[in-house]
């Protein structure tokens, strides 16, 4: 994440937190930003504002996670590894063969990942609670 767009993040999340002070606050970063990365631009501005970081989430397409362990595996990994969950959406219109390619592609970093449905949401309720528990440790 370029100095700039941090610089802006930071300044947009102490905005909202003076204009409005939501409860929660959902960041979407690029597909180009690791982890860990996020979660020290999320730590900045608490000097002048508090706030609680929750756990971050990274989301892997399951559709095309293939190629990119193929193509970008040193970004996919620093996303994974900085990330408190680790879900994988479109799961469900993933083969048994790539569920399991991605299982031992996420076992370099220890990471069990929940599975999310896009048909019926299954899993989604899983990811919930687990936020859940994360939030009040």
Not at 48 to 74: C, M, N, S, V
Not at 101 to 127: C, D, H, Q, W
Request: charged residues 25%; contains cysteine; aromatic residues 6%.
């Amino acid at each position: 994440m370029g100095c700039s767009l941090a610089a802006s993040l930071v300044s947009l999340k102490k905005a909202i937190k003076r204009q409005i002070d939501p409860d929660y606050l959902f960041i979407e970063p690029s597909e180009m930003v690791v982890t860990q990365e996020l979660r020290n631009v999320a730590a900045q501005g608490q000097r002048d504002i508090k706030y609680e970081i929750g756990p971050l989430i990274t989301l892997l397409d399951g559709r095309q996670f293939g190629f990119h362990w193929k193509e970008r595996r040193a970004l996919l990994l620093g996303q994974i590894s900085g990330a408190d969950l680790v879900a994988i959406s479109r799961a469900d219109l993933v083969g048994d063969e790539e569920i399991r390619m991605i299982y031992e592609a996420l076992n370099e970093s220890a990471t069990v990942p929940f599975l999310l449905s896009i048909r019926n949401g299954a899993g989604l309720k899983k990811v919930m609670l687990a936020l859940s528990n994360r939030s009040r440790q």
